[in-house]
Structure formats: C-alpha cells, structure tokens
C-alpha cells in the first residue's frame, strides 16, 4: 500500500508560480510511475503531467506544456509538479497518484492522496 501526501498548494495571482510535493510512504516508491491531475468545479478530473520510474519519460497535457514541469527524487521518495505562468483556468483539486503502470489515464492509478487546492486569481 502506497500513501501518497500533496503539500505546497495555495492561492496566487494570475503569472505566478507554485510547487507541488508528493509524498509517498510504503514499499519501495522508485519503481511506480506517478501522475498529476485536477479537477475543477462542476468538471471531470483530467490528466495534467506524469513521470515514469527511471524519469526517462514525462508527458504532459496540451494546456500545461512549456509552463509546468514535473520531476521526481526517488531518494526521498517524492515528485514535484512546479507550475509557471499559472492562469485562472488551472484552478482545481490537484491530485497525485501512483501505480507500476500508469500513463495518463487515471483509471491507470491504483494509489491516489487526499488533494489539495490550487487557486488562481485573475
């Protein structure tokens, strides 16, 4: 069982930026694959950035590329997401999650963690 904690959410103006941490606790966090998603009000929760295992491969959805960047350090066991050029649209529930496999789909993830609030003011 993986535990995953999102931390460094918050409220900025519109052009500014914001770092996410994830968290993991459990077996061994290096071999999972881990994603980023939101979900805003009223909205389906959507992909937003993933990493693989060996950070080999990322991917990223259309909206967020060139502005958000994410990494991980296998050593401590957590995966940043750092959101640059931030817009009132990337208002949302970001979530982190985890699974050996998974892509950019979230029915790919079997690990998620609570969320936390990221606010966007125009």
């Known amino acids: 069982q993986v535990h995953l904690v999102e931390s460094g959410g918050g409220l900025v103006q519109a052009g500014g930026s914001l770092r996410l941490s994830c968290a993991a606790s459990?077996?061994?966090?290096?071999?999972?694959?881990v994603g980023w998603f939101r979900q805003a009000p009223g909205k389906e929760r959507e992909f937003v950035a993933s990493?693989?295992?060996?950070?080999?491969?990322?991917n990223y959805e259309d909206s967020v590329k060139g502005r958000f960047t994410i990494s991980r350090d296998n050593s401590i066991n957590t995966v940043y997401l750092q959101m640059n050029g931030l817009k009132p649209e990337d208002t949302g529930v970001y979530y982190c999650?985890?699974?050996?496999?998974?892509?950019?789909?979230?029915?790919?993830?079997?690990?998620w963690g609570q969320g936390i609030q990221v606010t966007v003011s125009s």
């Open positions: 990493i693989n295992w060996s950070m080999s491969r990322t």
């Open positions: 999650a985890a699974d050996l496999k998974g892509t950019y789909q979230s029915g790919e993830y079997a690990y």
């Open positions: 459990g077996p061994a966090f290096s071999p999972y694959n």
